[in-house]
């Protein structure tokens, strides 16, 4: 069975820096993208930064270019999400997900094209 793990959420203040991981098992990922996704109460889930497998690729949402980095380590089939100069509005819970390149193809940003989510970690920026 897949399973997606994360970790590393907490409290932070303003401009500071947290790392998101996510522990990936039951499969082989190599054909897979990985992505990470926030939501925070009242809102919908949405696109932060995906990665292929591979790491060949990297793509952000336009709200975390420059900030957040995110990156993958197959040996330890760990995907993480780097988090610097962190703003209140980053506030959410944080979820990881996969799915397959194919179905991904011009949907990276889509969390409907995701097969598999993780349970989600709390990061909460204070003002």
């Known amino acids: 069975q897949v399973q997606l793990v994360e970790s590393g959420g907490g409290l932070v203040q303003a401009g500071g820096s947290l790392r998101l991981s996510c522990a990936a098992s039951?499969?082989?990922?190599?054909?897979?993208?990985m992505g990470w996704f926030h939501q925070a109460p009242g809102k919908e889930r949405e696109f932060v930064a995906a990665i292929r497998w591979s790491g060949s690729n990297t793509y952000y949402a336009d709200s975390v270019k420059g900030r957040f980095t995110i990156s993958i380590d197959n040996a330890k089939n760990t995907v993480y999400l780097q988090m610097n100069s962190l703003k209140p509005e980053d506030t959410a819970v944080y979820y990881c997900?996969?799915?397959?390149?194919?179905?991904?193809?011009?949907?990276?940003?889509?969390?409907?094209?995701?097969?598999?989510w993780g349970q989600g970690t709390q990061v909460t920026v204070s003002s």
């Open positions: 997900a996969a799915g397959t390149t194919d179905s991904l193809h011009l949907g990276v940003r889509d969390p409907r094209r995701y097969a598999y």
């Open positions: 039951g499969r082989t990922f190599s054909n897979y993208a």
